[in-house]
């Protein structure tokens, strides 16, 4: 089949491309923009591949999307492309509004246009989506695919939004489509303003660790790699019309997860005697809004699809720990226009 990735130059979509082109014999084009967030390097293991093809394209480019759409006669599109760092949606929620609600918009205009006129009834769009859509919980419950969206930053409003737009062009126009609401990632090639490479970016370099608040909040965390299988199950075997709720089963709180990180680091980088890891520890003023624990019953992909994550939080922690290590060129390529500063406080008065 032919797979169109949007965003697949990102930390989610070049592991589905890796996925799509290492484990499978599909052709794949991936649309990006390259933002901060997109590196064609995280694509080397497999740009030489015939079956790879790369536009370097905005999705807020309504003819444009059209023009590759019609082109390229998608049976699947994977629509990953999005700003998603909760931090940057606070310092400047229009980026979100184009790109994730104005974006989707186009995506799903082109392939409408297209499922119309190519009559493939086997064609199907895949929105790909977050938990924080769901809102925050307290210590109790998990989320489900009933559960009622509430979101509560500019870039879980905007998620919400595209959501809806999705499942309305699916309701309105009969376009096929299907949505997965995942929990966070982690693992190799993650952009580091996201909490675990931050963390380990910063523990290589002996700066301070800053975590937000007194560190309790709660995340779910999964392997990237076990996200693009699920992916993968979802656009070949899921229901048009479903949503899957996707989660890792792996609730850890951010102070656990950064000593876990620093413990890693002491037998992975043992640094100078006098001095460990966890010291690099600083409580930091909390991000506004702070949704405070995200956790998911993954009962119907498991149920119907027959999907359950192969990591554990344990291995998977200590496999990106090492992978970060070793591809500190990688690290660098990134970074070199990311300064490092906190986002997400303008807000606060
Ligand atoms: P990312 O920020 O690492 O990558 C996003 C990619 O989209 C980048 O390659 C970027 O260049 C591209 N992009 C941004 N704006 C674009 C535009 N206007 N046109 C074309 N390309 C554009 O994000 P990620 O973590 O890989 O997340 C991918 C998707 O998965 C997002 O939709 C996100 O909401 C969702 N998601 C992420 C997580 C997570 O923990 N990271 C969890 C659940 C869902
Ligand atoms: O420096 C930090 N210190 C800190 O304590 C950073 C960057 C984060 N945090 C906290 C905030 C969160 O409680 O760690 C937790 C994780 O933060 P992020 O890595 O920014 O992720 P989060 O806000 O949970 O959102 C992520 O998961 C859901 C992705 O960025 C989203 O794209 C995805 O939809």
Redesign the pocket.
């Known amino acids: 089949m032919k797979f169109l990735v949007t965003g697949g130059a990102g930390f989610i979509g070049s592991a589905v491309i890796r996925f799509l082109i290492n484990e499978t014999d599909h052709q794949v084009l991936n649309i990006d923009k390259l933002t901060y967030a997109g590196h064609l390097e995280s694509l080397t293991p497999i740009s030489d591949s015939d079956r790879y093809q790369f536009v370097h394209g905005d999705i807020c480019d309504a003819a444009l999307m059209q023009q590759i759409v019609d082109e390229f006669k998608p049976d699947r599109i994977m629509h990953l492309a ?1 700003e ?4 940057r949606s606070v310092d400047a929620p229009g980026e979100f509004i184009e790109t994730n609600i104005i974006g989707t918009f186009n995506l799903l205009n082109a392939a409408r246009k297209h499922f119309e006129d190519s009559g493939n009834q086997d064609f199907l769009f895949h929105h790909i ?4 859509v769901f809102g925050s919980l307290g210590d109790e419950g998990f989320f489900t695919e009933e559960t009622r969206y509430d979101p509560r ?1 500019p ?2 409003a905007s ?1 919400a939004s595209s959501d809806h737009l999705v499942r309305a062009w699916g309701e309105t126009y009969g376009l096929p489509i299907v949505v997965t609401n ?5 693992g190799h090639y993650q952009f580091p ?4 490479p ?2 380990i970016m910063n523990t290589y370099n002996q700066k301070s ?5 007194d ?1 309790s ?3 779910d965390w999964l392997h990237v790699d076990d996200h693009a299988r699920a992916l993968y199950l979802v656009v070949t075997e899921g229901k048009p019309g479903e949503t899957y709720n996707i989660g890792g089963k792996n609730e850890k709180t ?1 102070l656990d ?2 000593q876990t990180i620093c413990d890693l680091m002491e037998s992975f980088n043992p640094p100078a005697r006098d001095f460990a890891y966890r010291d690099l520890i600083t409580h ?1 003023t909390d ?1 506004p809004g ?2 405070f624990r ?1 956790a998911i019953d993954t009962s119907k992909i498991e149920r119907e699809l027959g999907w359950q994550p192969q990591e554990t939080f344990e291995s998977g922690i200590e496999k990106t720990v090492e992978w970060y290590l070793s591809n500190q060129a990688w690290c660098e390529a990134v970074s070199k226009d990311y300064s490092q500063e ?2 997400g406080l303008k807000t606060v008065k």
């Open positions: 999005a998603s760092h909760v931090d989506s977050t938990d924080e930053s870039y879980s998620k995942c929990s966070n990632n982690y303003e996201k909490l675990i931050l963390m660790l800053p975590v937000y608040g560190g909040n709660v995340r951010n997860v950064v930091v991000r702070h949704d995200y906190r986002l």
